[in-house]
């Protein structure tokens, strides 16, 4: 993080009404972008991106600056989006920790997809994935977290995680051939 940020950040911890204004310019497009991945709804993301910065002034006490306060105010975003979507009834779906394989992870490099399908059937794909399977693999593919960071994000196992990643990445493959081939889902 640049010094600049970390000055903004600094004058924000003494409630400085115009670093924090600063800062919310800064980062709010960002936010609503990583807000829209995961609520198709353009209202329900502004919302969240709302609430997302107040939590995050009203807890910047706490942040160290370990991570970019970008990385660090995202991971608010996913967490009061997942919560909006959990209220709304689209639970997560807790898998059985006993039927859980770990899945060998040289097979993560190993997903190509056809050079034909475009992005768009890609996203499309994306969101027709049970939710259990859906977050998981937006926050890896598209968000780039690592197992532990998925973990603790959606409070599951890092087994867990590597499952559903590896079903959800079948799945999504299932999916864009069906696409592809002309076959509506």
Not at 11 to 34: I, P, T
Not at 39 to 53: G, H, M, P, R
Not at 89 to 114: A, N
Request: aromatic share 10%; glycine share 4%; with cysteine.
């Amino acid at each position: 993080m640049n010094s600049f940020t970390i000055g903004i950040v600094e004058k924000c911890k003494q409630n400085d009404r115009k670093a924090q204004l600063q800062l919310y310019n800064q980062y709010c497009d960002g936010m609503f972008v990583v807000a829209k991945r995961f609520v198709k709804d353009t209202l329900e993301a502004e919302d969240i991106v709302q609430e997302s910065f107040i939590k995050a002034f009203a807890k910047l006490h706490q942040y160290k600056a370990e991570v970019t306060f970008g990385a660090w105010l995202k991971r608010i975003v996913i967490n009061k989006s997942i919560d909006l979507l959990k209220s709304k009834k689209q639970q997560l779906l807790e898998l059985d920790e006993v039927h859980l394989k770990v899945v060998d992870s040289s097979y993560e490099d190993e997903w190509l997809v056809d050079d034909a399908i475009t992005l768009n059937e890609v996203k499309d794909a994306i969101s027709k994935l049970p939710d259990k399977y859906k977050y998981v693999v937006m926050m890896f593919l598209v968000e780039g977290y690592d197992h532990q960071e998925i973990a603790q994000v959606l409070n599951i196992t890092e087994v867990a995680s590597r499952t559903q990643l590896s079903r959800g990445k079948t799945k999504l493959k299932e999916l864009l051939t069906l696409s592809h081939n002309g076959t509506r889902y």
